[in-house]
């Protein structure tokens, strides 16, 4: 699709969607890869693909000091994102036990989720040693490019 029949299809959906009770709503191109999704009083930052010749997206790890009034633990906290948009998953298959749980010891390049993308299943690894403190994205919902995943301690 060009630019010009993307925003075609994008005012014709808003004009469309005026005056309805629809809270969100997902549009894929499978042709060109576009996806598209529009969701009503959300601040969601828009889902764009990076250019081909776009430079590797930075680390998906970030740390943060935790917050005092939530009584976590005087360790640093790590919050692991997504590195891509897809479907989490926090089991290899819907009959097994997660990948990690919270409180478990997991080490650099240990799988922690699958992120589905374009019908290709892509295992997120831990970037470093830690504990799980949290686990913040449910299974089998969509998540979105820098996303937190999890939380980890020890780091």
């Known amino acids: 699709m060009t ?10 959906i808003l004009t469309r969607l005026a005056g309805t009770d629809v809270g969100v709503l997902l549009v894929e191109d499978e042709g060109s890869g576009l996806k598209l999704r529009i ?4 601040a969601a930052p ?3 693909a990076p250019p081909a010749n776009a430079p590797e997206p930075a680390p998906a790890v970030r740390t943060r ?12 906290l790590a919050e692991i994102r ?7 998953y926090a089991a290899p298959a819907p009959d097994a036990p997660p990948f990690v749980t919270v409180g478990q010891a997991v080490s650099k390049g240990d799988t922690l989720c699958i992120i589905e993308a ?9 970037e470093r040693d830690g504990v799980i403190a949290r686990v913040l994205a449910q299974n089998g919902s969509l998540v979105e490019f820098g996303q937190p995943l999890f939380e980890m301690e020890g780091v």
């Open 65 to 76: 000091a935790p917050e005092a009034a939530s009584g976590a633990s005087a360790s640093k």
């Open 82 to 88: 997504a590195p891509i948009v897809g479907t989490f």
């Open 118 to 126: 374009m019908k290709m299943m892509n295992e997120i690894e831990a």
């Open 46 to 48: 828009p889902v764009c």
């Open 3 to 12: 630019q010009g029949e993307i925003l075609d299809l994008l005012e014709g």
């Open 39 to 42: 969701e009503r009083g959300a």
